[in-house]
């Protein structure tokens, strides 16, 4: 027990929830959209950062500005995979689009390993290490720590702006609330499913960059931030974004605090993910908003959430 | 793939007049190929590789894909956990024969129950999560388990630096063999019951339609649980055998996620929720990396070693037959036989393979 460090743990937390919530939006909005799992999501985000890593060694691009090629990049290979394998099984079993986006990872995974080797890598520049030093309260902050999360809340503004605001994404949130429907008020299902795959894809691609600037990465890093994402996305009830960024928020506090604050071995902290994952699964499948749904007292009038998967839920009862 | 194949149909509705003739078939070629094989193996020295070395593999992976099948390929509950099973036969196997001294058969044994319970453990609270979940959370057990096992448990088990078993403890060739040999056979009879049984019957039920299969009064969660229990026994079993023939095991080596795949890899390349389609996975399998194992490609200035694009092409292959021949192996062959056959009537029908690949979500 360290008392002394819930301060600068807490706000390590926070920072890193920024980046754990940008790399759960895709899982979500691809998911609420197809009702697929993109096993793949592994695969993208470790493929980004090696793409940030390579703009970097071969066409010196600062890091903090590969974003800018890696989205629009990611956001047509999205569209692509969409359109030439993903859609060929919508609508199949479960098991069909596990496996079929299980192979894509592993091919990505592969295709790293050949190119960039099974070594860990990172990305350094001068501005990696600088920090911003607090004395009064004895807090380092890192600058990238907090820009990549500047990013993140950006990202989430603009996303919540950009499925209330546009015909698109009110196209998407239709889509996702019930596809049937969304098809007979004229809505062009099939062309949103391909975009919204595609913004899924972009959105994992630059949590993937953003990771690439503050943390070392090898082709198998992606595994354990997809397992971290769909925990994210289920302890938010996968009802809104801001219930995701919420999630993140809880597996990130309960990372940084078992190492930080509890004193658990820092080789023990994906073990808290892992088992936050499983426990949330069978003890609350359907995330936090459930659990606040059983308290009426708390419950105020409905506010206008953004709901990228409708009323699915893991345990069935499910749109039919 | 918009057609529903009836999975276990034929398994009720023709048993009457045939399971009596085909169960004698299938049960007797099963121990003939057994008996052929176990001969092949008592009369060649044991330094043959393709027979003991190669042979031996075959096998467990055979048993390994067939165990694998009940449960996600009859039952068609995706795991990616299956190492977990593995590697606590391999480590209850070896830390019972060489700290406790129990005779092997029974270290072997008590691993596989020990498998089997732990299957009970995380089994029943994750049946109640559908399709996607129940795939991930497997997912997160086998993490967790392979990260306990690791760290918190290394005392026991050694930790990253891995526990060996002494030489003279472990099993020669021969027995490898046959265990190995024993094991798949009893892992073919096991799949062979449990299709035609009744516990088959319910599992492509609730494989086909969760709902309506309880809404018939199949108990879901009591038959997963028990085709779980009984695949975990068999991977449990085959991992002590792995132990007690390579005498060195390690987190890294029998609690990988890689483990898990290639149970899944061998199935659905095979056929899954077929019959022959693990055997026929498991020994592609084994063929692949045995004869590719060396094999490398010069590109420019780098040199591939097959080794290390290996996942990359299962990629591939998992994705070409995903898309383009979802019953597998099994399947193309099943095809170029109703080809071959055409003219001779309608006579090849679906085996009791459920159309796991080819059945219409809940959700569309």
Known sequence: MDFSSILPVTIGAILLAGLYATMSYGLALIYGVMRIVNLAHAGVIMLAAYTTLWLYTSFKLEPYLAPLIVVPLYFLLGMGMQRLIVRRIAGAAPIVSLLLLFAIWLIMQNLAYVIWTGNTQSILRPYTTRSIQIEALDLTIGWLRLGVFVAGLLTLIALQFFLSRTYLGKAIRATTQDRDSARLVGVDVEQISMIAFGIGIALSALAGSLFAMILPFNPDFGRVLMLKSFAIIVIGGLTSFVGIAAGALLLALAEEWSVGVLGLQTSLKDLVSFSALVLVLILLPNGLPALIGRMPSWRNKPTRSVSPVGSASPTGGGPK | ?364
């Open chain 2, 1 to 364: 793939m918009t057609v529903v194949t009836p999975p276990a149909g034929r398994a009720a509705t023709r048993s009457r007049f045939k399971l009596g003739r085909e169960a004698l078939m299938s049960i007797g070629g099963a121990l003939l190929v057994g008996l052929v094989l176990a001969i092949i193996g008592l009369v060649l020295p044991p330094t043959n590789y393709i027979v003991f070395t190669l042979g031996f593999l075959v096998f467990l992976f055979t048993a390994q894909a067939l165990a694998w099948n009940l449960i996600g390929g009859y039952g068609g509950q995706t795991s990616f956990g299956h190492a977990t099973f593995f590697g606590i036969g391999a480590y209850a196997t070896a830390l019972l024969q060489q700290n406790a001294g129990f005779p092997p058969v029974i270290a072997l044994l008590v691993g596989g129950v020990l498998a089997a319970l732990f299957s009970q453990l995380w089994g029943y609270p994750l049946f109640r999560l559908r399709g996607f979940y129940f795939a991930i959370a497997t997912i997160g057990i086998g993490e967790v388990t392979r990260l306990i096992v690791l760290n918190p448990l290394r005392n026991l088990t050694g930790g990253a630096s891995g526990f060996t078993i002494d030489a003279a403890a472990g099993s020669g060739k021969l027995e490898q063999y046959l265990t190995g040999l024993g094991l798949a056979i009893g892992a073919f009879l096991i799949s062979y019951w449990v299709r035609n049984s009744k516990l088959g019957l319910g599992l492509f039920a609730l494989n086909m339609d969760s709902e309506a299969a309880e809404t018939l009064g199949v108990d879901t969660t009591r038959l997963k649980a028990a085709a779980l229990a009984i695949s975990a026994f068999i991977v449990g079993l085959t991992g002590g055998i792995y132990a007690r023939a390579y005498l060195y095991i390690s987190p890294e080596s029998v609690f990988a996620f890689p483990v898990s795949i290639a149970m899944v890899l061998m199935v659905v390349i095979g056929g899954i929720g077929t019959l022959l389609g693990p055997i026929l996975g498991a020994l592609i399998y084994v063929v692949i990396q045995d004869y590719l194992g060396a094999a490398q490609l010069t590109i420019g200035a780098r040199t591939l070693q097959f080794r290390d694009v290996q996942l990359g092409l299962y990629g591939l292959l998992l994705a070409l037959i995903i898309l383009f021949e979802p019953a597998g192996l099994v399947g193309l062959f099943r095809r170029m036989g109703r080809r071959f056959r055409r003219g001779r009537g309608a006579g090849g029908d679906a085996t009791a393979q459920s159309a796991v690949l080819n059945q219409q979500s809940e959700v569309e």
